[in-house]
């Protein structure tokens, strides 16, 4: 009785922890669903559906602020000029759906990045920003003029995208490093193409980009969490120890008792 009292016990705790972490979704949170509702939207060419959706986050946005901000200056700036641009997209005409995409994208990226307490979207980008990087460093190398251009617009349309959602997580000297590197790049491409020395910068802008996205990618699980993972995983160990420590004690005493019955 005692043994299943535990048992039960124990995983009443393993369930309990989890349970606290089911709170009320905040205002910043359903500002985040909101501009991810407007990304979808955008995908599906329901670019109405889009506006309206953008527009009432504007409102949302507005009456959480006017409640005393949770945001910095920096992070209401860049929310802004986020936001404008997924505006200007979402009810523009003439855009191209490729560039709709990528302005919307940028927006839903900045509102996770700053409602997200672990690992952001925006490295989820590393897949196609290192691939199109290693093709343009590729090409550098080979002396292939029109690849070379070719990725590396297709790396600077990328890393337009997760710009913004950079300067919300990355320290800025560390942000103002890497742009400095991708900014000589796009300004000085005949020399990249041509001179071992301005390759370099090829080099080191890569090893900054790895070292980002492997930052913040390594786990970083609250450490709370970890807590309750490693304190719940110990009482049930120590359950186990227990109810294998009673059956053994019982199966001993038993041993016992038939070896006396035989003496006697």
């Known amino acids: 009785m005692k043994a299943k009292f535990l048992i039960l016990f124990s995983v009443l705790l393993l369930i309990a922890p989890f349970a606290a972490y089911a709170e009320p979704t905040s205002p910043v949170d359903e500002l985040d669903n909101i501009s991810d509702e407007a990304l979808q939207m955008v995908k599906l060419h329901r670019y109405e559906d889009a506006s309206r959706l953008l527009k009432h986050f504007s409102e ?47 927006f839903r990226l900045v509102i996770d990045a700053i409602a997200s307490t672990h690992q952001p979207l925006w490295t989820e980008m590393e897949g196609p920003i290192m691939t199109v990087f290693n093709d343009m460093k590729q090409a550098a190398y080979e002396g292939d003029n029109d690849q070379f251009h070719s990725n590396l617009n297709s790396f600077l ?70 807590w309750v993972i490693i304190s719940t995983g110990s009482i049930i160990i120590l359950t186990l120890s227990y109810v294998g420590w009673r059956k053994y004690k019982g199966d001993h005493d038993k041993s016992k008792n038939v070896q006396k019955e035989r003496k006697n």
């Open 60 to 106: 949302e946005f507005l009456s959480v602020t006017g409640n005393g901000t949770p945001f910095s200056m920096d992070e209401l700036r860049i929310i802004t000029v986020a936001h404008d641009e997924a505006i200007e997209a979402a009810a523009s005409a003439e855009m191209e759906h490729n560039e709709r995409m990528n302005r919307v994208t940028k």
């Open 157 to 226: 349309s990328l890393y337009n995208v997760i710009y913004p959602s950079l300067k919300i997580d990355i320290t800025p000297d560390r942000i103002q490093k890497v742009d400095a590197k991708v900014s000589f790049i796009d300004q000085y491409r005949p020399q990249v193409l041509t001179e071992a020395s301005s390759q370099d910068e090829l080099e080191a802008l890569e090893a900054d980009l790895q070292n980002i996205f492997d930052d913040m990618t390594e786990d970083e699980a609250d450490p709370s969490l970890w």
